[in-house]
């Protein structure tokens, strides 16, 4: 089964669509976002997704309940603050990454083979592009940095980041990059 990874979209239309466009010719029967939606509409743009929506709120992500009703009206699933998937014997915590400390608990905690997270815009693991696991190593952390279009400025906080693929029966990742 392969997997989409989005996070910190922050209203940027035109790199959701350009992923929207990349989780279908990848064919993945999931997309996860790890919040920082923050205008709910973001989330109708997923209507064009041929796979379903799952997602977390992120800190920026104010309006939980138009949220909620987005996710609603296109067949997907919002989790709150911190969801699981379980495919198989594989088990993903899904958390924006706010917390640090929340974060690292997840990690420490071995409940996760894979722990997916965004809010840093940094992708993790740092400088792995392909990458792959194993169920029995220690718990993965993908981060696929943002998915906002780049944009420089001082906090450097829009440069880095994209989509991931997650392939569950090959056991192995990879980070593509958005304009």
């Known amino acids: 089964m392969k997997l989409g990874i989005i996070s910190d979209t922050h209203d940027d239309v035109n790199n959701v669509r350009e992923a929207i466009e990349i989780f279908n010719r990848e064919g993945v029967q999931y997309v996860i976002h790890a919040g920082d939606y923050v205008f709910p509409g973001i989330v109708m743009e997923f209507k064009r997704l041929n796979a379903k929506l799952i997602g977390v709120l992120g800190n920026n992500d104010g309006e939980k309940g138009h949220l909620l009703k987005s ?11 911190l969801g699981e998937m379980h495919i198989g014997d594989l088990k ?3 958390y924006h990454g706010t917390s640090a400390e929340i974060k690292d608990q997840l990690i420490e905690s071995g409940r996760y083979n894979i722990v997916i997270c965004g809010h840093t815009h940094k992708k993790e693991p740092v400088g792995v592009e392909i990458g792959s696991y194993s ?3 220690p718990t993965l952390v993908l ?14 906080a829009f440069i880095e980041g994209g989509v991931i693929i997650l392939d569950t029966e090959s056991q192995e990742y990879k980070h593509i990059g958005l304009p």
């Not at 996710?71 to 603050?81: Q, S």
Request: aromatic share 4%; hydrophobic share 35%.
């Open 143 to 156: 981060n696929p940095g943002t998915a906002h279009k780049k944009v420089e400025s001082l906090a450097r």
């Open 135 to 137: 169920i029995d190593s």
């Open 71 to 81: 996710f609603l009206e296109i067949g997907g699933e919002l989790k709150g603050e």
């Open 92 to 94: 993903i915590g899904i």
